[in-house]
């Protein structure tokens, strides 16, 4: 049976010789109902709190439910993201090697290139120097052999001109003939005329 402030408000109770007074009696049902209304309210109060509170634990569940599934999503991906670097990272080394590789075999060929290249020089060295020894060879020999030949012809002419002198001092009966003394170039033997001709007495 389901009592609310109005019936407390309105209930009678019999009258007798010896009963409560009646004043009394009202004053405290009124009491009793406004209090009795008060608790009506606040118990009203905490049961829409308690539904707030059941909605809010249901809504804090789905979430809890979502979120439990963002994680485990969450680790998924996690894990699709390091299975996909690891094989990023492999290939990206793959191609580091093999890039490395290429780049020391270029630079090996490159240095045998220039290996190659400079023995080359070396030798166009060498023999540029060769070339240039024996020219300057050839030359200080010419030259050698032209200051022997100079000298010559000076002894040649310093003889004659002895004969002249003497020729001059014999009286004509006793002059001889003399040898015909004459002077030509000497030919070069090499292919190329030396920077001074040579002369030889004859």
């Known amino acids: 049976m389901i009592i609310s402030s109005k019936d407390i408000k309105k209930r009678d109770f019999k009258k007798s010789l010896r009963g409560y007074d009646s004043d009394e009696v009202d004053a405290f049902l009124e009491t009793v109902s406004a209090h009795y209304e008060k608790l009506l309210v606040e118990n009203k109060n905490q049961a829409e709190k308690i539904k707030s509170l059941l909605q809010d634990i249901d809504i804090y569940k789905e979430n809890e439910a979502n979120l439990q ?66 020219f300057l060879t050839d030359k200080l020999n010419e030259l050698d052999e032209f200051f022997k030949n100079r000298k010559i012809i000076t002894m040649e002419l310093s003889r004659v001109n002895d004969l002249i002198q003497d020729e001059e001092e014999t009286p004509e009966e006793d002059i001889k003939p003399m040898k015909r003394i004459t002077l030509a170039p000497q030919q070069d033997s090499k292919e190329t005329q030396s920077f001074e001709d040579s002369f030889e007495a004859k």
């Open 69 to 134: 599934r963002a994680i485990v999503r969450s680790q998924e991906l996690g894990e699709e993201i390091i299975a996909t670097a690891k094989k990023r990272a492999e290939i990206i080394t793959h191609e580091a090697e093999l890039d490395a590789r290429k780049i020391k075999q270029d630079l090996e060929d490159e240095i045998l290139n220039k290996r190659q290249e400079l023995e080359t020089i070396k030798q166009k060295n060498e023999k540029t120097f060769d070339d240039v020894r024996n």
